[in-house]
T-cell receptor, first 115, second 114 residues
Framework: GESVGLHLPTLSVQEGDNSIINCAYS??????FIWYKQESGKGPQFIID?????DKRQGQRVTVLLNKTVKHLSLQIAATQPGDSAVYFC??????????????FGKGTKLTVNP | DTGVSQNPRHKITKRGQNVTFRCDPI?????LYWYRQTLGQGPEFLTY????????KSRLLSDRFSAERPKGSFSTLEIQRTEQGDSAMYLC????????????FGDGTRLSIL
């Protein structure tokens, strides 16, 4: 069945380093991917998204890479700051293929930034 | 604040009681989604609305769960005869109706069943 998962449950980095969070998905019909940041006691906060017709998209300090060949998604955070400490989720949907627009989430990666 | 608003933030109730949660989406968003999140897991889809029409329901949404969006603005999620397994964070999200586009989440209602 369709699923979205993450390779590592936790990631610890030093302040100022770059962080890379990985995600694998299995639904070949997925056409939209999105990254969220979730802090304790709060809802997921949108970070960046990418459509399946792209392989890279950049935001402020963040870059998302999509490799459809191996069904892999990554989030790169440049110059990681203590405020980036949170759980990061990738999610996908397949609404453009006549499928569902619901988001399917992975389990999340907990990022800890050490000062 | 013009984000997604959810009330109450916390709800504690005894097993067997009925509970109702409210979600107010971002004002110009036609689509509204409900998700459930348990500790250590990602959110799981429950249902979604396009204006007042409920377009999709998950198999997770048992007969005890009902969602409404009567005027295409706010939405309510009701759980009847609550069970221990209903304890979770219930998240609401909204989006514009031009797929694809980001869903913006509220801070959720945390439900605890005693």
């Amino acid at each position: 069945g369709e699923s979205v998962g993450l390779h590592l449950p936790t990631l610890s980095v030093q302040e100022g380093d770059n962080s890379i969070i990985n995600c694998a998905y299995s639904n070949s019909a997925s056409d939209y991917f999105i990254w969220y940041k979730q802090e304790s006691g709060k809802g997921p906060q949108f970070i960046i998204d990418i459509r399946s017709n792209m392989d890279k998209r950049q935001g402020q300090r963040v870059t998302v890479l999509l490799n459809k060949t191996v069904k892999h998604l990554s989030l790169q955070i440049a110059a990681t700051q203590p405020g980036d400490s949170a759980v990061y989720f990738c999610a996908e949907s397949s609404g453009g293929q006549g499928g569902s627009e619901k988001l399917v989430f992975g389990k999340g990666t907990k990022l800890t930034v050490n000062p | 604040d013009t984000g997604v608003s959810q009330n109450p933030r916390h709800k504690i109730t005894k097993r067997g009681q009925n509970v109702t949660f409210r979600c107010d989406p971002i004002s110009e968003h036609n689509r509204l989604y409900w998700y459930r999140q348990t500790l250590g897991q990602g959110p799981e889809f429950l249902t979604y609305f396009q204006n007042e029409a409920q377009l999709e329901k998950s198999r997770l949404l048992s007969d005890r769960f009902s969602a409404e969006r009567p005027k295409g603005s706010f939405s309510t999620l009701e759980i009847q005869r609550t069970e221990q397994g209903d304890s979770a964070m219930y998240l609401c999200a909204s989006s514009l109706d031009n797929y694809p586009g980001p869903q913006h989440f509220g801070d959720g209602t945390r439900l605890s069943i005693l």
